[in-house]
């Protein structure tokens, strides 16, 4: 079965303060990697991962994918109180329809002014 | 719209009643997913369209659930029915071809049974 597992669960930082979130995955068949932000409702994409090393930025995110240690990292820098969001990682299901999104958890992070 | 849209935004129903829940999705995306959240949970896969493809009913909870898309657009939720515990965030996502791609949210729905 696919596992998604991040950490840490929740994190609280000050403004400024840049954090570093963690999402390790087992899958069968890896084909991709997807960062979402989630703030009240509905979850926002971020980035997908599809190669190992490279890094995707955008503004002051950025993440990265390690294949060969079966996980990815979420970095923020000079965090804002408008970062404050639940963190979700999310690995496309390895059977052979595909179309699952299998999350994990998420990381709840609170930015504090 | 560009993006994945839902409606209602907010319902408030009674135990027993029906609800009907509505998703547009992205304009050429081939895939639509329902998801749910309850509070404090994580996303629950609920049904999966493709195309013309037979839909993949396998998270629904319950034959209380289903759900209809109408060729490679609109599709709609119905809860028969309603007991509190179907009381949720109702996410619907498209993506372009559903192999694995990134889907994209819509807003959702928020349920309340009372």
């Known amino acids: 079965e696919d596992k998604v597992v991040q950490s840490p669960l929740s994190l609280v930082v000050h403004e400024g303060d840049t954090v570093t979130l963690n999402c390790s995955y087992e899958v069968t068949n890896f084909r991709s990697l997807l960062w979402y932000k989630q703030e009240k409702k509905a979850p926002t994409f971020l980035f997908m991962l599809t190669s190992s090393g490279i890094e995707k930025k955008s503004g002051r995110l950025s993440s990265i994918l390690d294949k060969k240690e079966l996980f990815s990292i979420l970095n923020i820098t000079a965090t804002q109180t408008g970062d404050s969001a639940i963190y979700l990682c999310a690995v496309p299901d390895s059977g052979a329809g595909s179309y699952q999104l299998t999350f994990g958890k998420g990381t709840k992070l609170s930015v504090i002014p | 719209g560009a993006g994945v849209s839902q409606s209602p935004s907010n319902k408030v129903t009674e135990k027993g009643k029906d609800v009907e829940l509505r998703c547009d999705p992205i304009?050429?995306?081939?895939?639509l997913y329902w998801y749910r959240q309850r509070l404090g949970q994580g996303l629950e896969f609920l049904i999966y369209f493709q195309g013309n493809s037979a839909p993949d009913k396998s998270g629904l909870p319950s034959d209380r659930f289903s759900a209809e898309r109408t060729g490679e657009s609109v599709s709609t939720l119905t809860i028969q029915r309603t007991q509190q515990e179907d009381s949720a965030v109702y996410l619907c996502?498209?993506?372009?071809?559903?192999?694995?791609?990134?889907?994209?949210f819509g807003p959702g729905t928020r349920l309340l049974v009372l």
């Open positions: 996502a498209s993506s372009l071809q559903g192999l694995g791609e990134t889907q994209y």
């Open positions: 304009s050429g995306h081939t895939a």
